[in-house]
């Protein structure tokens, strides 16, 4: 368990088992089961309209369960002094837009349990953190999509909480922005916090976080630990050249794995980008002509599609 919290009954941050939420007679959630690990950043997907949104509320303790249990911190959903140790970024969000950034923070930090003394103190610390210190003093209702997004983020962090819920913490940034929230994503779990994320920039979440869970029909489909496989997911190498009859694999060793010429192209197995310009420069050496060269992995929106098939749009 990563420092920084004190260690509970269990170093499970999130466990389901079986969680169930029906809605008259449409079934939200049938059966999700999960385990977060504390100081991880955990990946939430799924298609529109699969139980996200609903899973977490249930977990937030904002929607009873029909079904199944659920623990957060070591504590059954909706625990009142758990409650204080979660943050929280909703995905359509609506605050005060009479008041000032700097207030609305404070106004959080002590429904969080902060004392007025400390919201204070830590409302300019997370203004800096998300890039608002030039808002500091104006008021909401002039703010942009972006700003608020910003400002949401440094809410949902105003008390350092030990596991924080992010439902589409991108939305309406720039790639700037974005780039922020990876930061601020990473500082959380530096600190020893948990994130749990659900995001539909797939390209965001396989940068960011460490496994992803899969969700369809309301229920967990697959696991993927995004450590192990950008560490050691394989790629495809093609090069199209002319002369490619005098590479044998021991010019090219300890390069590549498996390697095959079809013709005028070479195919082998790399184990990073980073070795593409090392191969070009051997194959130059022995004289072969290079036309083109390109690789291919399978990236996590390509996994999504294949589990969970096309967005249904609900």
């Not at 890039?131 to 909401?140: E, N, V, Y």
């Not at 194959?283 to 599609?305: G, K, P």
Request: aromatic share 6%; glycine share 10%.
């Amino acid at each position: 368990m990563p420092p920084g919290f004190p260690r509970s009954a269990s170093d499970y941050a999130i466990e389901t088992r079986q969680l169930r939420k029906q809605f008259g007679a449409r079934t939200a959630v049938q059966d999700l089961s999960l385990t977060v690990t504390r100081g991880e950043i955990f990946g939430f997907l799924g298609p529109n309209g699969a139980g996200k949104s609903t899973s977490i509320k249930m977990l937030l303790g904002l929607v009873h369960p029909t079904g199944g249990s659920a623990f957060v911190l070591g504590a059954p959903v909706g625990d009142v002094a758990v409650r204080r140790r979660i943050g929280f970024l909703p995905e359509d969000f609506r605050f005060y837009d009479w008041l000032t950034a700097t207030e609305l923070l404070e106004l959080h930090g002590r429904l969080a349990g902060l004392s007025a003394m400390d919201a204070a103190r830590r409302a300019p610390e997370v203004l800096d953190f998300v890039g608002m210190t030039p808002h500091a003093k104006r008021r909401l209702r002039g703010f942009s999509k972006g700003m608020l997004q910003r400002l949401g983020l440094a809410q949902a962090l105003i008390h350092e909480p030990e596991i924080v819920f992010l439902d589409e913490p991108t939305s309406g940034l720039d790639p700037m922005g974005r780039r922020m929230v990876r930061d601020v994503i990473r500082a959380q779990r530096d600190r020893g916090a948990t994130v749990f994320l659900n995001s539909h920039l797939l390209s965001e979440v396989e940068i960011t976080c460490d496994r992803v869970a899969f969700i369809k029909d309301g229920q967990v489909i697959a696991h993927q630990d995004l450590r192990e496989s950008n560490a050691v997911r394989t790629r495809e190498l093609r090069v199209r050249a002319n002369g490619l009859g005098s590479v044998t694999a021991t010019s090219l060793s300890p390069l590549v794995g498996f390697m095959a010429i079809e013709g005028d192209v070479l195919r082998c197995r790399i184990e990073s980008e980073s070795m593409v310009p090392t191969i070009v420069e051997r194959l130059v050496s022995a004289n072969v002509h290079i036309y083109e060269v390109s690789h291919d992995a399978t990236s996590l929106e390509d996994t999504f599609v294949r589990l969970v098939g096309e967005d249904r749009g609900l």
